[in-house]
């Protein structure tokens, strides 16, 4: 209430404070316990992330961002990718900001609920971030969620390793508490995974169980079958000793 607006701007440096504002309210909500808390500071993030939007050209690639992520929050996913999709396809812009570009990407079609493209957007995501000198990105964790989902416990397990490594040796903080808030799913999927083999495992050994008792009483009716039919043959034969002497 009592920031001097007028010679923020004069000085240039309003869109800057936005943005402090915007981030800075933003790690408040990702913090909070207390919903009525994390809803007042996503109340006043919102603000300034509206007010930074206002006040950058239209040509700032930054202005894309801030209004892909207001689309997504708004659930209004398809608007997003159109929007998101356009730019992605710009040779012209730099890899950290193509990086960005289809993170968002990958954010929007998991709230789609389109995972196949989720998963290809943010492994696009993630080989930019991965040939930048930058670690504080999103989209390798974010990945390797997707994947555990999807039972790719090998590849999920390389991506998260590399990815708490990273945001360690940045002491990026925020990342390492999504990370972790990514463990229990982790191991949840990974459980999951165990009790499924365990029990098309189990299936298996009584499919086979089954088969081979079906194969040892069909072997005994067939070395039954066997036996008589040689017993029959025996008796074709004699009878046809007896008819021989008889003639």
Do not use: W
Request: hydrophobic letters at 35%; a negative charge; charged letters at 30%.
């Amino acid at each position: 209430e009592n920031t001097d607006y007028d010679r923020l701007e004069a000085g240039g440096f309003l869109p800057r404070y936005y943005h402090l504002m915007n981030t800075l309210y933003g790690g408040f909500a990702h913090a909070s316990d207390d919903m009525s808390l994390h809803n007042k500071y996503e109340n006043q993030r919102s603000v300034f992330r509206s007010k930074l939007y206002d006040c950058l050209g239209e040509d700032d690639i930054a202005r894309l961002y801030l209004k892909s992520e207001m689309l997504i929050d708004s659930c209004r996913y398809d608007e997003a990718i159109n929007e998101l999709k356009e730019r992605s396809t710009d040779k012209a812009i730099a890899v950290h900001d193509r990086a960005i570009v289809n993170y968002m990407l990958g954010l929007a079609y998991k709230g789609k609920g389109d995972i196949d493209n989720a998963i290809i957007s943010y492994t696009e995501s993630s080989i930019c971030d991965l040939t930048t000198p930058i670690r504080d990105y999103k989209s390798l964790y974010e990945l390797a969620e997707l994947l555990y989902d999807r039972g790719d416990f090998e590849r999920a397990s390389k991506y998260i390793t590399r990815s708490i490594k990273d945001a360690d040796a940045a002491s990026i903080h925020i990342n390492i508490e999504s990370i972790n808030s990514l463990l229990p799913v982790i191991y949840n999927s990974y459980n999951a995974s165990i009790k499924k083999r365990s029990h098309i495992q189990n299936i298996l050994l009584i499919g086979i169980s089954l088969l081979l008792i079906m194969l040892t009483v069909t072997t005994g009716i067939t070395f039954k079958d066997k036996k008589k039919i040689k017993a029959k043959e025996k008796e074709v034969r004699e009878s046809n000793i007896e008819l021989t002497k008889a003639n």
